[in-house]
């Protein structure tokens, strides 16, 4: 707050304890005439019970010239300095100073009871004490009515205050209701409030909280003193710990500030001490004793003591401390601040690591910081070191710097805004040299440790310093390798160099009329512009930062007279720039290439020179709620309603307005060409912060005056050429404009189409993917990297980049639905700037959906344009990997049966271009002649076998092209056409002798069998038996059943199928119990089942001593023998028990033959003596075997 004559050090320990100055007693002679005891017991106003003197003015007259010094004395001078430089003091007028050294602002009260304080640009102070306008303090109230709330305008009661404020307060929803605030205003006005007394500058009484369902009412203990319109010192009972004052406080804060005439007041307690004899004091002494002995008495024994011993120290010195004679002068006057809560609230928050809330907490706490220096308090500064204290402490720095990892994006914001919060109090206008030598001493002892964070993380040093456009600091532009590292703490260091002594600047700032004198001096010309308006030529980021400050500190009249000089100067700028091209272009335009010429953009920038401005300007513009002060935790808000208020008066444009200021340089900024910054967040930020602006311009509701600078704003970015972002030539690797263009096409289409479609396709490029990407698709899930392999560091956001390309065409494309001249526009900036696959795919989807509503009839022009993008699509990722391929195809066939049968047929006929031939055949080709498709299409004959006969050339072309894929495909859409068919089938013969496997071979056998074609069935069946190899332990095999049924189908189909079958099988199968399993399938039932005209089953059963079943019986038993001796090699006692019921299913084959018994003995035999060693499975197989 504006603390007047005596400025304290911002940064100096608070007090201790409550205001206990040592207060001497005078002679009588030199001591002014005192009243009986029984006067000094009246009220508030000074005699009797009254707060006024007999014969007070009527309510609204003007204030006693005694109140309107005591209210300037009681808010500027220590009660000490009051009394040192007057020699008698008339009672009345102490009474005075006493009851106007309350704080009188409930603005004041609030901000030290709530986390978040949402106020108008009123809420600023304007001068003096912030919280103390004048205008807003009525004189004190007649007796027998109501005193009027301090800080509400005269006339208004006590109730009125108290409806007004509370529901102001109340405003922001309930998440507001238990704030401290909120709830100290309900126990004021359920009368819980009793015993209120104030003794000189000490205030205290009861507060009782009402009892609820799980506790009893509770009454506790307040005490508050205060000094200067401010509160020094607290005392409840409840034992609160936090940093605001708790509801009890509040509570009887606001009873003191509402009902003045209802609180008793006292003189210091020394001044009445002063009217007592011995008697009296005497008295007075054994009655406190007694009423608290147990708490005072040693205390009491001790002082007592000390006194009657001559040379005690408290004999040394002259009076005595009395707690209610408010401060000494030496003593700092600032509100109560509990530093050691501050401490812990941060540590607290910090350990949380952005869980739980923590980061909002944190971004709360420095909104107070904030709010602490627009009222120009100085805990502001104090506070702000706590945090900064406990940032610096954070165990976490080490950490990270020890593993070389980056700190989180939510803590890296928190940094950022406690840089710029350092910034803002360094460039106090109105601070001392001693107090900004202490801030800038301790800045630069933290910005000296390891551990400090950098400006921009890996890349701080790369950034221009603060002052880097001031003369004096031209030498100072060395190579930016040779700059030590720049912390977050640096350029609030680099302020040191900046002051507010110029005297153009202070012109400036101090005036509205502030313009050209008629006879200008050669120095003077580059300080005004053509119209006699003044112009601040200074390093754009580092002259935004003196208005951040201004603002910040409560000084917004002067914070927007510098924001309109420095529009004056950027607007100045861009026409000289736009002069310097003119000249130029035609050079430019030849070469196709530019330099950036702005070495430090102003979006993205650590001081956020753009949002200051328009905050600046937007709050002057801000319609002010019925409830001036809004109290929440929850962060709730509602969008803010803005009026145009004209620029002050004095300037030649006077139809210009605070809000089109506003966004004039807001596009102004956005529109600025500049350098994509190195390091993942740096360039994150530069996105977060552009989102942020746009957020804060689509607030604003666009009417003829804004939409007039929006479409002037627009052509000057249009023609700004290297300057400007959106110009006809830009950098390669220039900040692309898709968001912000994304913004200016949806503002500007109901008004100038033309113009917001010119702008939006300018905008579609992305230079540094254009003039390096190669013809290749360049998409992969995730953009997270750029695909130009020579420059680094990379573009770690161009994903996000991308996408925002990808979400302005949408836009473009949903605005343009039924115009086809802008489609076929909007489609060609696509194909050409995009290169994302993915991007485009989800475009066409986009489109696809936009033109087939549910309610209503399909817009044909934009379901074309979503099929070209579907076509683009598919040749993009026909020769690469893309997990969403298969998505993609089933898609584009989807899309083109919505545009109709002739894209079927030309998707169809071009499919080699578009699709693999798997996919052409298996989904494409099947999809298109599906029944669904004809029912969908409705679809007459000749149109049905145009698409069926296209789907049979499909089919063959891709047969031969990749015949193990595609045959059987291809035989299924070619089974109506029997030519086809044969071909087809020819395909398959003759790629199973190539690559095709056994499973493929095997499958299409299968299906020919199905379609009735046994023979050739059986002839791929043989193919595939020849392609087969089945090792004696896959007894698992897939295989195995495809061989099961080839054996079935030869069985079937006759004898001699069968003898040329059993050849293949007996090669490829080596597993014996396959070949059991085939053997005794073919002994059940006699050959030649099939019912093959022209052929005979004769019904015999087969033997197995004669071919062909004898070679397979044979080749059965030397599997047995085989398998055997290769399990017992490696067995062990677990599977004994297997290994026997092995050979007992060996033995059921052994049989078949009619000698086979002999062939099994000698068998076990050889077993025995070849495997003696092992006893316990011999012991076994004599068991089960003989």
Not at 103 to 129: D, H, K, L, V
Not at 451 to 469: F, K, Q, S, W
Not at 523 to 546: I, K, M
Request: with cysteine.
């Amino acid at each position: 707050m504006a603390e007047g004559g005596e400025r304290e050090e911002l940064l100096s320990p608070p007090p201790v304890s409550p205001a206990k100055r040592l207060c001497s007693w005078p002679s009588p002679q030199a001591h002014h005439p005192r009243g009986s005891p029984g006067t000094a017991g009246g009220g508030v106003g000074g005699v009797g019970s009254s707060c006024l003197a007999p014969g007070a003015r009527p309510h609204l007259q003007p204030e006693s010239l005694l109140d309107c010094s005591a209210k300037t004395v009681a808010e500027k001078w220590a009660y000490e300095r009051v009394e040192e430089r007057f020699e008698r003091i008339p009672e009345p007028v102490q009474r005075r100073i006493v009851y106007w050294s309350f704080p009188r602002n409930e603005r004041e009260i609030c901000m030290y009871s709530s986390f978040q304080y949402r106020g108008g640009p009123g809420a600023s102070a304007t001068g003096g004490s912030a919280g103390a306008l004048p205008a807003e303090e009525g004189p004190p109230p007649p007796p027998g009515t109501a005193a009027p709330a301090a800080g509400s305008a005269p006339g208004t009661a006590a109730a009125g205050a108290s409806s007004g404020l509370g529901a102001g307060a109340g405003a922001a929803g309930g998440g507001g209701e238990g704030l401290p605030f909120r709830r100290g205003i309900r126990l004021l006005d359920s009368g819980s409030v009793e015993n209120v007394l104030q003794v000189g500058f000490h205030l205290s009484g009861t507060v009782t909280e009402p009892a609820t369902a799980s506790e009893p009412a509770m009454t506790y203990k307040v005490a508050i003193s205060f000094d200067r319109c401010k509160i020094t010192s607290v005392t409840c009972g409840c034992g609160n710990k936090d940093i605001f004052y708790c509801a009890h406080v509040v509570a009887l804060s606001l009873y003191r500030i509402r009902k003045p005439d209802q609180v008793k007041l006292r003189l210091p307690i020394s001044e009445t001490l002063f009217q007592m004899n011995r008697d009296q004091l005497q008295k007075f002494i054994q009655y406190l004793i007694t009423a608290h002995h147990t708490e005072v008495l040693p205390t009491a024994q001790k002082l007592a003591d000390e006194i009657l011993s001559s040379n005690s120290e408290i004999n040394q010195v002259n009076g005595a401390p009395d707690p209610t004679a408010g401060a000494s002068i030496d003593d700092e006057n600032c509100w109560h601040l509990d530093e050691e809560q501050v401490k812990e609230q941060v540590k607290l928050f910090l350990s949380q690591g952005g869980y739980y809330g923590s980061g909002k907490q944190l971004n709360s706490m420095f909104a107070k910081v904030r709010e602490m220096l627009r009222m120009r308090d100085s805990n502001g500064a104090r506070m702000l070191t706590l945090i900064t204290e406990q940032f610096m402490a954070d165990p976490r720095l080490t950490l990270w710097r020890q593993q070389g990892t980056s700190m989180t994006d939510k803590c890296r914001q928190l940094w950022d805004e406690l840089g710029a919060l350092w910034v803002c109090i360094i460039l106090n206008p109105h601070c001392k040299l001693e107090e900004k030598s202490c801030w800038l001493q301790q800045l630069q002892k933290w910005s000296d440790l390891d551990v400090c964070p950098l400006e921009d993380g890996n890349y701080g040093h790369e950034l221009p310093n603060i002052t880097n456009a001031l003369p004096q600091n031209v030498s100072h532009s060395a190579d930016s390798l040779s700059r030590p590292r720049r912390t977050v703490f640096t350029r609030a260091i680099e302020g040191r160099e900046l002051h507010w002594q110029d005297s153009h600047l202070q012109r400036i700032i101090s005036s509205d009329i502030y313009t050209a004198p008629a006879c200008q001096r050669e120095s003077e010309r580059l300080l005004f512009n053509s119209h006699g308006q003044p112009l601040w030529l200074e390093h754009v980021p580092t002259a935004c930062a003196r208005v951040d400050a201004l603002r910040s500190h409560g000084y917004p009249k002067e914070a927007l007279r510098l924001t309109v000089a420095i529009i004056n100067t950027l607007r100045l700028q861009q026409r000289r720039q736009l002069e310097i091209y003119k000249h130029q272009k035609k050079e430019l335009l030849q070469r196709g290439t530019t330099t950036i010429t702005n070495l430090e953009g102003w979006v993205g920038h650590p001081l956020d020179p753009i949002g200051c401005l328009f905050l600046t300007l937007t709050e002057a513009c801000r319609l002010n709620d019925d409830g001036y002060m809004e109290v929440s935790d929850m962060n709730e808000s509602r969008l803010p309603v803005y009026q145009h208020v004209p620029v002050a008066a004095g300037y030649t444009n006077s139809s210009e307005s605070y809000l089109s200021l506003a966004l004039e340089v807001a596009l102004m900024g956005m529109g600025q060409q500049r350098v994509m910054p190195e390091g993942l967040y740096a360039q994150d930020k530069v996105c977060r912060n552009e989102e942020h602006l746009l957020s804060h311009l689509q607030e604003l509701q666009l009417d003829d005056e804004l939409v007039q600078t929006l479409q002037k704003q627009c052509v000057l970015l249009l023609e700004g050429g290297p300057f400007s972002g959106l110009g006809e030539i830009i950098h390669r690797e220039s900040v692309p404009m898709h968001t912000f263009a994304k913004y200016l096409f949806s503002a500007l289409l109901p008004h100038d189409p033309d113009l917001s479609y010119k702008l939006a396709l300018r905008a579609m490029r992305l230079p540094v993917l254009e003039n390096s990407a190669s013809a290749a698709d360049t998409s992969h899930p995730h953009h997270m990297v750029s695909v130009v392999p020579s420059r680094y560091p990379r573009w770690f956001t161009l994903g996000h980049l991308e996408s925002q390309q990808c979400e302005l065409a949408s836009t473009m494309l949903t605005a343009a639905k039924g115009d086809t001249h802008r489609l076929r526009t909007i489609l060609e900036a696509i194909q050409k700037h995009i290169h994302s696959s993915s991007l485009i795919f989800k475009l066409a989807q986009d489109a696809f959906k936009i033109a087939t509503p549910t309610d209503c009839s399909t817009d044909s022009t934009l379901l074309n344009v979503a099929l070209e993008l579907g076509l683009q699509v598919m040749r993009m990722t026909l020769s690469t990997l893309n997990w969403r391929r298969r998505e993609m195809v089933r898609w584009l066939v989807t899309c083109a049966t919505e545009v109709g049968v002739r894209a079927l047929v030309s998707i169809l006929q071009s499919w080699y271009t578009l699709f693999t031939p798997t996919e052409a055949t298996s989904i494409v080709a099947a999809t298109a002649v599906s029944h669904t498709t004809i029912l969908r299409l409705s679809l007459d004959y000749p149109q049905r076998e145009e698409l069926a006969s296209c789907a049979r050339t499909l089919a063959l072309q891709c047969a031969m092209k990749d015949p193990q894929s595609c045959a059987l495909s291809a035989l299924t859409l070619c089974e109506k056409d029997h030519i086809a068919f044969e071909a087809a089938y020819q395909i398959a013969i003759d790629a199973a002798a190539g690559g095709m496997t056994h499973s493929q071979l095997f499958t299409i056998a299968r299906y020919m069998e199905l379609r009735g074609y046994p023979l050739r069935a059986f002839k791929l069946a043989s193919l595939a038996m020849s392609h087969l190899n089945l090792a004696y332990n896959q007894d698992t095999h897939p295989a195995i059943n495809d061989v099961l049924w080839a054996c079935a189908l030869s069985h079937s189909l006759g004898k001699n199928e069968l003898a040329a079958l059993i050849p293949l099988v007996v090669k490829s199968v080596h597993c014996a119990t396959v070949l059991s399993d085939i053997l005794r399938r073919c002994t059940v039932t006699a050959p030649g089942l099939a019912g093959i005209p022209g052929r005979r089953s004769s019904g015999k059963l087969m033997s197995t001593d004669k071919a062909p079943l004898r070679q397979l019986l044979d080749a059965t038993i030397n599997a047995y023998i085989n398998t055997t001796h290769s399990r017992l090699t490696h067995i062990s006692p677990r599977h004994y028990g297997e290994f026997i019921e092995f050979l007992s299913k060996a033995r059921e084959t052994f049989l078949l033959p009619q000698d086979g018994h002999l062939q099994f003995a000698q068998f076990i035999d050889n077993l025995k003596q070849i495997y003696k060693g092992k006893k316990k499975l011999m012991l076994l197989v004599r068991e089960r075997f003989g």
